[in-house]
């Protein structure tokens, strides 16, 4: 059986099962202006991952592999949006406030967008998610069934927040998690590194992280 090279062991590869998830890597994000900024981060940090990350879709579209990616969004009319979410911390524009890209994090707006050097080519599936994780109030399981997939490779942001709830939710339903290490990034470093930690700790408890390299050269021969 084919293998990635990850940790804390070996990443068991079917090819027949397996899929990309690109989580979030959306302008509110990664640019000025967006949701990411409005809260005080360094977003400039998230940018330096997009030829990583899309050297990695790369690679799965050239395997014939599925991708699918998401987008944290909600309704025009935020029916979607609970008040213990748009009203947390002391944000310099809320979600769904009108910003310099468009209303924050509102599906169809400019900065909700997925960036330009990732957008999804036709065939690929998007999941339009409310929550952190993406597959609350999604139709992400419907989608990973109808296509018999079981095993999903996690690139995007942020990695302690939007992947690893996505990765934790996941394992938890049965699919084999793998996090590319190189294509994944937070605000934080240090949350970054811990997120890791925890996700392969205890014998792979949430999932495995391996390096992209590793990734692309056991699907190369898929
Ligand atoms: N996509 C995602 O991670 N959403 C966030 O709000 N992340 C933060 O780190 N804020």
Not at 43 to 50: E, N, P, S
Not at 138 to 150: C, G, Q
Not at 154 to 178: I, P
Not at 189 to 218: S, Y
Request: glycine share 10%.
């Amino acid at each position: 059986m084919a293998e990635i090279s990850a940790q804390p062991f070996s990443f068991p590869f079917r090819k027949q099962e397996i899929a990309l998830v690109v989580i979030d890597m959306q302008r509110d994000f990664a640019e000025p202006g967006g949701f990411g900024a409005s809260l005080g981060n360094d977003v400039g940090r998230i940018t330096k991952i997009v030829p990583e990350v899309k050297r990695l879709i790369q690679g799965f579209r050239d395997a014939g592999l599925p991708v699918i990616h998401t987008m944290e969004c909600h309704r025009p009319d935020l029916s979607d949006l609970p008040p213990a979410k748009r009203n947390r911390g002391k944000p310099s524009l809320r979600i769904g406030d009108e910003g310099p890209m468009g209303r924050i994090l509102i599906a169809g707006e400019p900065g909700t967008a997925i960036l330009p050097e990732l957008a999804p080519i036709e065939g690929e599936v998007v999941i339009e998610k409310p929550g952190k994780g993406a597959f609350y109030a999604t139709e992400l399981s419907d989608v990973l069934k109808e296509k018999s997939i079981k095993q999903l490779v996690f690139a995007g942001v942020t990695t302690e927040v939007c992947v690893q709830t996505t990765m934790r939710e996941a394992n938890d339903r049965g699919y084999e998690c793998l996090l590319c290490v190189q294509a994944t990034e937070s605000y934080f470093p240090e949350f970054k590194e811990a997120a890791f930690a925890m996700i392969r700790a205890q014998g792979a408890i949430v999932g495995w992280t391996a390096d992209i390299d590793d990734i692309l050269e056991t699907i190369s021969h898929a």
